[in-house]
């Protein structure tokens, strides 16, 4: 089985114009993803997809990570998932503080009983499992809260999906969240809607949290692809099923049969995918 990766920067942020951001965004994929597919090649899809999701966690120019978006009380705080298709065990954290790489204590999280936490016990989990204190703050992005910009320009989570050469899917989406909201909302990324894979195939969301929730875009995706879709037609369909209430979500996503599919209901978002060779679009 030929090995395959995709992975997203979200829609891109602070202006749905600026050439300079997306230029600048699409070289950071590239990069990551010719990391990525190589890592790819000695490693499991599940380690790939941490590795993947913890570099674009580690660049400034993306809502995860170092460089995430800040809620309304001035505070960051992250959320990041993971799904190993192969066991369907997922797990994840949702409003950390003060972590580096989200996605890493996700990982840390697969082998427990208890896998998905929130806020302070997730931080306490962190800690007492070795990840430090980390503010993942950029001056870019204390210049956009104390201008306040608005939320709905600074979409940058970013995510992977990858298939590795034994077949086994596994998805990571991590984020810093939407921008601006009130402390305590919940993203789609560390839910089943925004991440999630099995054996068939493997989603990762970007885009409203509330819509991507409300149409639990990721699971529907696979649960059709598992029932006999192909992943575009399976992918299609369920965005026909955001129209009505004008959803506004992209995914990245690969199935068991090798397809790699991207799809949004809005222009800009940024991602990259390696098959055969490789290729980066917005
Ligand atoms: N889905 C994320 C959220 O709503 C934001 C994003 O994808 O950029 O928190």
Redesign the pocket.
């Known amino acids: 089985m030929n090995s395959k990766i995709i992975i997203h920067g ?2 891109f ?1 602070e202006s749905g114009t600026n050439n300079e951001v997306k230029i600048a965004k699409q070289e950071a994929l590239t990069e990551i993803i010719k990391k990525s597919s190589s890592y790819l090649k000695t490693h499991s899809a599940l380690q790939t997809v941490i590795y993947a999701v913890s570099l674009l966690e580690d660049c400034p120019l993306f ?1 995860a990570g170092l460089g995430s ?1 800040i809620q309304s009380d001035g505070k960051i705080r992250l ?1 990041a998932s993971l799904m190993d298709g192969k066991s369907q065990k997922f797990s994840g954290v949702i409003n950390i503080e003060d972590v580096k790489n989200a996605i890493q204590v996700a990982e840390k999280l697969m082998s427990e009983e208890d896998r998905v936490l929130s806020g302070s016990g997730a931080l306490e989990y962190a800690r007492q499992n070795g990840f430090e204190y980390f503010n993942p703050e950029t001056p870019q992005r204390r210049k956009e809260y104390e201008e306040k910009l608005n939320a709905s320009i ?4 970013v995510g992977c999906v990858a298939l590795d050469k034994d077949g086994n899917i596994a998805a990571g ?1 991590s ?4 921008g601006f ?1 009130i402390p305590g ?1 919940v ?3 560390a839910t089943v809607a ?1 991440n999630f894979a099995n054996s068939s195939a493997g989603i990762s ?6 819509d ?1 929730v409300s149409a639990g875009l990721s699971v529907k995706i696979v649960t059709r692809v598992t029932d006999g879709m192909s992943l575009e037609d399976a992918s299609r369909k369920s965005f026909e099923e955001l129209k009505p209430y004008d959803g506004f ?2 995914i990245i996503g690969i199935s068991s049969t090798g397809e790699i599919y991207h799809c949004d209901s809005h222009p800009y978002m940024v991602w990259a995918a390696y098959d055969k060779e490789m290729s980066v679009f917005s």
């Open positions: 979200g829609f942020s809502n978006q959320s600074g979409l940058g989570t989406t984020t810093g969240g939407k909201e909302r993203s789609d990324s925004g969301c970007t885009g409203v949290g509330e991507i979500a992209g």
